[in-house]
């Protein structure tokens, strides 16, 4: 089974506004969580399975998933975790993460740093975000609407050293470096009026996954919030493993009769 993709979790759609936990770090947490969710998610499963089922059957089946024969009436177990997990536990992850997201300003303050304006960093090159822009991906259309690149990795060393050093130190991967021109001299947003700045931009840290300068005013909530919100895409990428799982299982018991 394969849980969230916490490179792609903490890097907030691959990019990153600099270093505070770094990505081993946050993956061992999410490793943490994960086995935390699952074993919730299979207590789940075993709870709602006691109020079914089948005549035909010897035994339980040995996973919620399984194959069942037809007219089994474990099938309506089956069924039931469906719904459970798209209908309760879906509303209770997006509500877990719409509370978090509220609690941003309650627990943080932007100390006009101008870091998270003027350094960026993102596996992917200029050309490649301007591709996924010209296909309709949402943050690279955000973001190529204002962020350049710098000039080379050295620019953006000279001017972050810390930063650039610790984020090499992560990944093996190729690492492009970004800074928005509209930021002004004394670090105040040139387009803070403007309708031109993104809504990435206002919305920023809409996450606590995001890789937070160490000074952020945000970082508090970060700290706060971190754990709840692997958990809560921990339980979110169970419930789409399991829902896909038996319903894969529901066709193939279907084709085989």
């Known amino acids: 089974m394969q849980g969230v993709d916490t490179n792609r979790a903490a890097c907030h759609y691959n990019t990153n506004m600099g270093l505070t936990h770094d990505i081993s770090t946050i993956k061992l947490k999410y490793r943490e969580l994960f086995e935390l969710a699952h074993q919730r998610m299979l207590d789940l499963f075993i709870r709602l399975q006691a109020s079914h089922h ?4 010897t035994s ?35 509500e877990s993460l719409e509370r978090i997201k509220a609690s941003r300003e309650e627990k943080g303050a932007c100390h006009q740093c101008g870091v998270c304006c003027s350094f960026a960093s ?6 490649q975000l301007q591709q996924k822009a010209a296909a309709g991906d949402y943050f ?4 190529t609407s204002v962020f350049l690149p710098y000039e080379s990795v050295e620019a953006a060393k000279a001017r972050f050293p810390e930063l650039v050093t610790e984020i090499d130190a992560q990944t093996d991967e190729d690492v492009h ?31 606590p996954l995001i890789l937070m300068y160490k000074n952020c005013g945000y970082q508090s909530w970060k700290d706060d919030m971190l754990p709840t919100t692997l958990l809560a895409h921990a339980s979110l990428e169970l419930s789409q493993y399991y829902a896909n799982k038996i319903l894969d299982a529901v066709k193939q018991s279907e084709n085989a009769h």
């Open 54 to 57: 089948c005549t035909l059957c």
């Open 60 to 94: 339980t089946p040995a996973s919620v998933d399984a194959v069942l024969h037809p007219g089994c009436g474990y099938r309506d177990w089956q069924k039931e975790v469906i719904l459970t997990l798209e209908n309760t536990i879906g509303k209770q992850i997006l």
């Open 122 to 127: 993102s596996p992917f090159s200029y050309a």
């Open 177 to 207: 470096y970004y800074y928005c021109p509209h930021l002004t001299e004394d670090k105040r947003c040139g387009l803070y009026n403007d309708p031109r700045r993104p809504q990435i931009c206002a919305d920023y840290p809409e996450t």
């Open 140 to 143: 690279a259309t955000q973001f």
